[in-house]
């Protein structure tokens, strides 16, 4: 039997938009990831899982196991696990994201929730890169974005099942500040000339 994020990607298929209203249902049965573009030439990722209330997960430790296995990067015709590529740490939290596409569900509020957060962070070679999920997994994963640069929006969030891969996602470029090294050349140059100046004037006292 399929997970509830499964049961959305078929309904999505036939046209409804809001579908992951739907997805909270009893608990967190998919992984959230959170992609996030704040940093410029950065990307960092937090993934969640429940390991209290998602009958596919069995403790905290399976969820460690599980969060470590979830992605592949794809980038530059190379693909690579994602722990791999750069290390993973993890933080207990008791409250999901309120970023994430889902409406708010007021019972959670009334307790705290056992949720393992993975976090990522990488600085790709160039963008774009992709995340690929393994090719058999019953551990669904709904992915959103936020901090995409001004003016640009945010990609449609995406539900990821088996072998899926996410759209491009798009690095913030780093902008280079060119007065730094202005600056320098300027006093470079000062001391240069002020240099000559005073071999100059030695050669003439000579």
């Not at 190379?78 to 970023?99: C, G, H, I, M, N």
């Not at 551990?139 to 996410?166: K, R």
Request: glycine fraction near 8%; charged fraction near 20%.
């Amino acid at each position: 039997m399929r997970s509830a994020a499964a049961i959305i990607r078929i309904i999505l298929a036939g046209g409804a938009v809001m579908a992951p209203l739907l997805a909270l249902g009893h608990g967190m049965e998919f992984l959230q990831a959170r992609v996030r573009l704040e940093m410029p030439g950065k990307i960092r990722i937090e993934l969640t899982a429940d390991f209290e209330d998602n009958p596919l997960i069995k403790d905290e430790q399976d969820a460690r196991l599980i969060l470590t296995n979830a992605f592949f990067v794809n980038e530059g015709g190379e693909q690579r696990a994602w722990a791999d590529v750069a290390p993973l740490t993890f933080e207990k939290r008791d409250q999901p994201d309120p970023t994430a596409p889902v409406p708010e569900d007021p019972t959670w509020k009334e307790r705290p929730h056992g949720l393992l957060t993975a976090l990522w962070e990488y600085a790709p070679k160039g963008p774009p890169i992709h995340l690929a999920t393994l090719d058999r997994t019953p551990h669904d994963i709904l992915m959103w974005t936020t901090g995409t640069a001004e003016g640009t929006p945010a990609p449609p969030w995406q539900i990821l099942i088996c072998g899926d891969v996410s759209k491009d996602i798009q690095i913030r470029p780093v902008h280079t500040n060119p007065w730094p090294w202005g600056i320098a050349g300027i006093g470079f140059l000062i001391a240069l000339g002020a240099g000559k100046r005073l071999i100059s004037r030695r050669s003439a006292s000579d």
